[in-house]
T-cell receptor, first 113, second 116 residues
Framework: GENVEQHPSTLSVQEGDSAVIKCTYS??????FPWYKQELGKRPQLIID?????GEKKDQRIAVTLNKTAKHFSLHITETQPEDSAVYFC????????????FGKGTTLSVSS | GAVVSQHPSWVICKSGTSVKIECRSL??????MFWYRQFPKQSLMLMAT?????????EQGVEKDKFLINHASLTLSTLTVTSAHPEDSSFYIC????????????FGPGTRLTVL
């Protein structure tokens, strides 16, 4: 089955700096890669996703890149703000309707002002 | 649209009792729902895939007789933790996909279970 590795486990940056979180996946059939932000005690919130037919997607300060050959994808947050502090999870799945998301272990991002 | 609810949001029970958690898709039909468990400071771990009208598929290491899943309609899946023990204390989250659409999953708000 799918296995998703995520690094780093913790990341501390200064406000205004960029943050990068990286994930690798094992199943070459996976074609959907979402990123979630989770605050304590809350459900995961989808912040951006990418499908395998594109290499990059951007939404304001957030971007995701995908390298299918190397089976890795990354989350880039620019101009970080204190409210970006949270736990971020990457995940992977493939397009069959019955396939669940498999999550990475998470990255705790701390943005200090 | 694409709202998933869970009930209850939190529950405290005594060791040895059973607890039922409901997951509902409020504005869409979901032939497949997923149950995850999240321990403190850990990731979401897939427990089982719930299929409407058929038996659930459990992940390796998840006891199907302990975590009973029923998906009797296109909008409701239930997870029953039987004979709960303190080690079952966790955050249980369900998710669902819109039938006929792939990939994006919509998560419920989660249920915090504490077993005394």
């Amino acid at each position: 089955g799918e296995n998703v590795e995520q690094h780093p486990s913790t990341l501390s940056v200064q406000e205004g700096d960029s943050a990068v979180i990286k994930c690798t996946y094992s199943d070459s059939a996976s074609n959907y890669f979402p990123w979630y932000k989770q605050e304590l005690g809350k459900r995961p919130q989808l912040i951006i996703d990418i499908r395998s037919n594109v290499g990059e997607k951007k939404d304001q300060r957030i971007a995701v890149t995908l390298n299918k050959t190397a089976k890795h994808f990354s989350l880039h947050i620019t101009e970080t703000q204190p409210e970006d502090s949270a736990v971020y999870f990457c995940a992977a799945s493939h397009h069959q309707a019955g396939t669940a998301l498999i999550f990475g272990k998470g990255t705790t991002l701390s943005v200090s002002s | 649209g694409a709202v998933v609810s869970q009930h209850p949001s939190w529950v405290i029970c005594k060791s040895g009792t059973s607890v039922k958690i409901e997951c509902r898709s409020l504005d869409f039909q979901a032939t497949t729902m997923f149950w995850y468990r999240q321990f403190p400071k850990q990731s979401l771990m897939l427990m089982a895939t719930s299929n409407e009208g058929s038996k659930a598929t459990y992940e390796q290491g998840v006891e199907k007789d302990k975590f009973l899943i029923n998906h009797a309609s296109l909008t409701l899946s239930t997870l029953t933790v039987t004979s709960a023990h303190p080690e079952d204390s966790s955050f249980y989250i369900c998710s669902a996909r819109v039938s006929g659409q792939y990939n994006e999953q919509f998560f419920g708000p989660g249920t915090r279970l504490t077993v005394l």
